[in-house]
Nanobody
Framework: QVQLVESGGGLVQAGGSLRLSCAVL??????????MVWYRQAPGKQRELVAH???????RYADFAKCRFTISRDAAKHTIDLQMDSLQPDATAVYYC????????WGQGTQVTVSP
């Protein structure tokens, strides 16, 4: 059974940075065949896409993430990272990783809180 384990969240002041990491455990060769995505869910809001990275390394970002967030993947470690810079309070949310092409359970996410 595949397990998604997100980490790296925390409390940071506006303007600060965080680096999130997601370990995809037990996926075997599947990790190398699927696009991976970071999502986030703020209190009272629907889950939304932040960024995704394809198997070839092509990346795409939500408008709010462009120029401030960077997604990357490590094929050997089966991890994806999200570097977040110039964070603002509206980035406060629980961040999750997942793939739209795999029937995996969601992980617990990692809480990011940005104070003014």
């Amino acid at each position: 059974q595949v397990q998604l384990v997100e980490s790296g969240g925390g409390l940071v002041q506006a303007g600060g940075s965080l680096r999130l990491s997601c370990a995809v455990l037990g996926s075997g060769k599947v990790f190398g065949t699927v696009t991976m995505v970071w999502y986030r869910q703020a209190p009272g809001k629907q889950r939304e896409l932040v960024a995704h990275v394809s198997t070839s390394g092509t990346t795409r970002y939500a408008d709010f993430a462009k120029c401030r967030f960077t997604i990357s993947r490590d094929a050997a470690k089966h991890t994806i990272d999200l570097q977040m810079d110039s964070l603002q309070p509206d980035a406060t949310a629980v961040y999750y990783c997942h793939s739209p092409h795999a029937f995996w359970d969601w992980g617990q996410g990692t809480q990011v809180t940005v104070s003014p």
